[in-house]
């Protein structure tokens, strides 16, 4: 079993940037990938950003991509996404998830979860 907890979550303006953090506990290691995903009301849970267990390899959804890097400190158990020039559509609840295996873009592939975070953009 894995344990996720994610924290960093807030109200920023738009152009702003916050910093999502995953801690990971329990049969944790630089085996799993993780991934975060986000869900805005009314909508489907869909895919942020993955890095694989070696780091080496990082996916980014194109919404996010040149605004949002994934990093992990496998030293910390911990996972990270900064998120640069924030957009109101950005606004939804982040979830960080560990997969045993790749880290690909749909949530059934990942095994474990967190409670999520809630992100807040304003215009």
């Known amino acids: 079993q894995v344990q996720l907890v994610e924290s960093g979550g807030g109200l920023v303006q738009a152009g702003g940037s916050l910093r999502l953090s995953c801690a990971a506990a329990?049969?944790?290691?630089?085996?799993?990938?993780m991934g975060w995903f986000r869900q805005a009301p009314g909508k489907e849970r869909e895919f942020v950003a993955s890095?694989?267990?070696?780091?080496?390899?990082?996916r980014y959804a194109d919404s996010v991509k040149g605004r949002f890097t994934i990093s992990r400190d496998d030293t910390k158990n911990t996972v990270y996404l900064q998120m640069n020039s924030l957009k109101p559509e950005d606004t939804a609840v982040y979830y960080c998830?560990?997969?045993?295996?790749?880290?690909?873009?749909?949530?059934?592939?990942?095994?474990?979860w967190g409670q999520g975070t809630q992100v807040t953009v304003s215009s």
């Open positions: 998830a560990a997969d045993p295996s790749f880290g690909g873009v749909g949530p059934k592939e990942y095994d474990y």
């Open positions: 329990g049969r944790t290691g630089s085996s799993y990938a």
């Open positions: 890095i694989s267990w070696s780091g080496i390899r990082t």
